[in-house]
């Protein structure tokens, strides 16, 4: 039985009827389609291969932005290092002094 505390979040959509749509899944012994157990289930009426150059043409896009990202902020890098005063760069020695509790001996 379920307890008291469990909550549960359901989420249903209804698909278009469509002449053919995509499964991504493991068929159970009892002829259902379920989820894997490492991936989710995928249900489209996108074919298999427009799935396939979708994911793709997203992950050349993040992989492009990402590029871009490290070269905009090494640009930045460089810049700071040449627009620094060199003077506030010397860094000074502090001392710090730590205590602690005494050790103690066995006896």
């Known amino acids: 039985m379920l307890s008291l505390g469990t909550k549960y979040t359901v989420e249903e959509e209804v698909m278009p009827i469509v002449q053919r749509v995509y499964a991504c899944g493991k068929l159970s012994d009892q002829g259902a389609i379920a989820a894997p157990g490492w991936r989710q289930l995928i249900l489209s009426s996108k074919s298999r291969d427009e799935l396939l150059s979708s994911a793709t043409k997203g992950a050349k896009i993040f992989l492009l932005a990402g590029a871009a990202a490290f ?37």
């Open 71 to 107: 070269l905009v902020g090494s640009g930045l890098a460089v810049v700071g290092q040449f627009t620094a005063d060199p003077n506030e760069a010397q860094i000074t020695p502090s001392v710090t002094k730590t205590t602690g509790a005494p050790l103690l001996k066995k006896k």
